[in-house]
């Protein structure tokens, strides 16, 4: 199975990258959005990027928006290039197929966000270092790695259960926007609340211990990853498929 796995990981990556580079605006756009966050961000806020609560939570969502960027093609794409019914007829288990989208999906978002956490320390670093080595504190630095594969396993989970019943990559896209913005619904909020009640909200979060807050939000999107991934092997229907092809 691993072997099997493996292959339909390697197909994804293949069609990502080389096949379909204009998936996420391509290389160029990669690019952009690795500079952004690794060089001009860092540079912007200097040493405290690496100290700051507020980078860590920059950090976790970056998986959610790179896997969005390219999850809704996993089985909407193979649809509209009818390839799906050639895939669905292989050898391949549902479980092999479902999983190595899957994980196909989380490895791009994830990956990429250690690669722009990398380059924000190195230009950190070296615009800031003087000779010594700059680093995350051990919390937020565990955090950080912990919450953005737990991000990006959820959004490549729910990204691909939309996939799998759209007819159409756009049509999975506008589906993942509009749960894309569900999900900062508290923050579009907050700025409205009177003034008592969001100094309330934010003596609340101040009087938790971080720790305890970052393990708190790791096991309920532990749970949750867990559900969806399970509602995806629910929902994965072959014969389905094949006949919506």
């Given at each position: 199975?691993?072997?099997?796995?493996?292959?339909?990981?390697?197909?994804?990556?293949?069609?990502i990258?080389?096949?379909?580079?204009n998936?996420?605006g391509g290389?160029?756009?990669?690019?952009i959005?690795?500079?952004?966050?690794?060089v001009?961000?860092?540079l912007q806020?200097?040493?405290?990027w690496l100290?700051?609560?507020?980078s860590?939570?920059?950090?976790?969502?970056v998986?959610?928006i790179?896997?969005?960027?390219?999850?809704?093609?996993?089985?909407?794409?193979?649809?509209?290039r009818?390839?799906l019914?050639t895939?669905?007829?292989s050898?391949?288990?549902d479980r092999t197929?479902?999983?190595g989208?899957?994980a196909?999906a989380m490895?791009y978002?994830?990956?990429?966000t250690?690669?722009?956490?990398l380059?924000?320390?190195v230009?950190?670093?070296?615009?800031?270092?003087?000779g010594?080595l700059?680093?995350?504190?051990?919390?937020?630095?565990?955090?950080?790695v912990?919450l953005?594969?737990?991000v990006a396993l959820?959004?490549?989970?729910?990204?691909v259960?939309i996939?799998?019943r759209?007819?159409?990559?756009?049509?999975?896209?506008?589906?993942?926007?509009?749960?894309?913005l569900?999900?900062f619904?508290?923050?579009?909020?907050?700025p409205?609340l009177?003034?008592?009640?969001q100094r309330a909200?934010?003596?609340?979060f101040?009087?938790?211990?971080?720790t305890?807050?970052?393990?708190?939000l790791?096991a309920f999107?532990?749970?949750?990853?867990?559900?969806?991934?399970g509602?995806?092997?629910?929902r994965?229907?072959?014969?389905r498929l094949?006949?919506?092809?």
């Amino acid at each position: 199975m691993i072997s099997d796995l493996s292959t339909i990981v390697w197909k994804e990556f293949k069609e990502i990258f080389v096949q379909r580079p204009n998936l996420r605006g391509g290389w160029l756009g990669l690019l952009i959005f690795l500079f952004v966050f690794g060089v001009f961000l860092p540079l912007q806020s200097g040493p405290v990027w690496l100290e700051s609560p507020a980078s860590l939570f920059i950090w976790a969502w970056v998986p959610f928006i790179m896997v969005n960027s390219i999850v809704a093609d996993s089985f909407a794409g193979e649809k509209e290039r009818h390839t799906l019914e050639t895939l669905l007829a292989s050898r391949l288990s549902d479980r092999t197929i479902l999983f190595g989208k899957l994980a196909a999906a989380m490895a791009y978002g994830w990956g990429i966000t250690l690669v722009g956490i990398l380059l924000a320390l190195v230009t950190i670093n070296l615009a800031y270092g003087e000779g010594h080595l700059l680093l995350f504190p051990a919390n937020i630095g565990i955090a950080i790695v912990v919450l953005s594969f737990l991000v990006a396993l959820l959004a490549a989970g729910l990204g691909v259960i939309i996939s799998l019943r759209a007819s159409t990559v756009r049509q999975a896209q506008q589906t993942l926007s509009v749960a894309f913005l569900l999900l900062f619904i508290p923050l579009f909020i907050f700025p409205i609340l009177p003034g008592d009640t969001q100094r309330a909200i934010v003596e609340a979060f101040s009087r938790l211990n971080m720790t305890m807050l970052l393990v708190i939000l790791g096991a309920f999107l532990l749970v949750l990853d867990i559900a969806l991934i399970g509602l995806a092997i629910v929902r994965f229907d072959r014969r389905r498929l094949i006949m919506s092809t």
